[in-house]
């Protein structure tokens, strides 16, 4: 398992099924997380795919030290910082509409979520800081590694783990009894 | 949300048109670049020689005059590449020629004749101290006036006694080895 380094290797080598491959391991995931900072599931789903066109375009970019799906997800955050910046035009839903706004939004987590133990653990996410979120995501929903999450998050080592640390000692508390087990 | 295959010809649809821009934007950069390189030929070859013109391109001629016992003789000089090649090698041997035997003197010329010049008294042979003139023992037995002419009449003129060879518009004098004066004739004759 590199997360999608190989294929994209075989995608440079011409194989351009193996770029197929590389969005359905990765595209949802990423979509997402990114979607962690925008809030918006459709513009989330641009900003993927501007990512995703970036390995097109960009093609000796990715240098093959960490894996595709964290050089992804860098992309995919820088984008979404990007897209938060210069958001001027906020789309204003009625409250009532709010609540069953992007349905697709839960179609995606129920994708990416398959284990009823994170979604569990997601809904109680939105009651956490952005940074938390984030890195429970990365840690908790991506299985990326701390030195992966550090390297997405543009943080070092040591700031992740105590991110984690007070992040699950957070979620504790909300989930109550049952975070326990769950965490 | 979009499907898988609308997002992947989204994809390959953004890519290449972000392709396209940036060859474009490339291409742009190269013309620009190849447009200012253009000009800068042109702006060279043909506007800076006009702005600035070298003073060897301004002489249109050269009149050498070698006086000895039997009086003056004047030859003139058209060849603008001839004339370019003495005013060079005089050029030349100001530039090379170091502080110490470059002589500064207060002489001034009028009609032709140096006046008060010390070296016209001197004879062949004879050295003085410091800043003196010394003058070789070379078989000189003319002394040449070079006088470079301009388009717009004005002149620039030389004269080489003995070893001495002296810019009569500033009165700036050197002091030539028996290699230079024997060179500077060679292009003179």
Redesign the interface.
């Known amino acids: 398992m590199d997360n999608g380094a190989s294929s994209y290797r075989r995608f440079l080598d011409g194989d351009e099924s193996a770029?197929?491959d590389i969005?359905?391991e990765l595209?949802d995931n990423l979509v997402f997380f990114i979607n962690r900072y925008v809030h918006d599931?459709?513009a989330a789903?641009d900003i993927a795919?501007?990512a995703?066109?970036d390995l097109?375009?960009n093609k000796h970019r990715y240098n093959f030290k960490v894996t595709l799906k964290t050089y992804l997800f860098m992309l995919g955050r820088s984008r979404a910082l990007n897209y938060i910046k210069h958001r001027k035009v906020i789309d204003l839903v009625e409250l009532e509409e709010a609540d069953n706004a992007f349905p697709?939004e839960e179609?995606?987590e129920e994708t990416v979520l398959t284990d009823e133990r994170k979604r569990v653990i997601n809904n109680a996410l939105c009651l956490l800081s952005d940074d938390m979120r984030i890195v429970i995501h990365l840690v908790y929903f991506e299985n990326l590694s701390y030195k992966e999450a550090a390297r997405v998050m543009k943080k070092n080592h040591k700031q992740i783990d105590n991110l984690l640390y007070r992040a699950k000692k957070e979620l504790r508390i909300i989930l109550g009894e049952d975070g326990e087990l769950l965490l | 949300?979009?499907n898988?295959e609308e997002?992947?010809a989204?994809?390959?649809r953004?890519?290449e048109e972000?392709?396209k821009e940036?060859k474009a934007k490339r291409n742009h950069i190269l013309v620009v670049c190849i447009t200012f390189c253009f000009i800068l030929t042109i702006l060279s070859v043909t506007i800076l020689p006009a702005v600035f013109p070298t003073e060897t391109d301004s002489f249109v001629s050269v009149d050498i005059t070698g006086v000895d016992d039997n009086g003056a003789r004047t030859e003139t000089v058209t060849d603008s590449a001839k004339v370019n090649e003495i005013y060079s090698a005089i050029l030349n041997l100001y530039k090379t020629s170091d502080a110490g035997t470059s002589l500064g003197g207060n002489n001034t010329q009028e009609g032709g004749a140096i006046k008060g010049d010390s070296y016209g008294s001197e004879s062949s042979g004879t050295k003085n101290d410091g800043n003196s003139l010394v003058i070789l023992d070379i078989d000189i037995k003319k002394e040449y006036r070079i006088c470079f002419n301009t388009a717009d009449g004005s002149e620039i003129q030389f004269v080489l006694r003995k070893n001495i060879l002296c810019n009569t518009e500033n009165d700036t004098r050197i002091r030539l080895s028996k290699k230079q004066i024997e060179e500077l004739l060679v292009i003179l004759n």
Do not use: A
């Open positions: 770029f197929d969005m359905k595209f599931i459709h789903e795919i501007d995703f066109s097109i375009v697709e179609t995606l | 949300m979009k898988f997002r992947k989204e994809i390959f953004r890519s972000r392709i940036r």
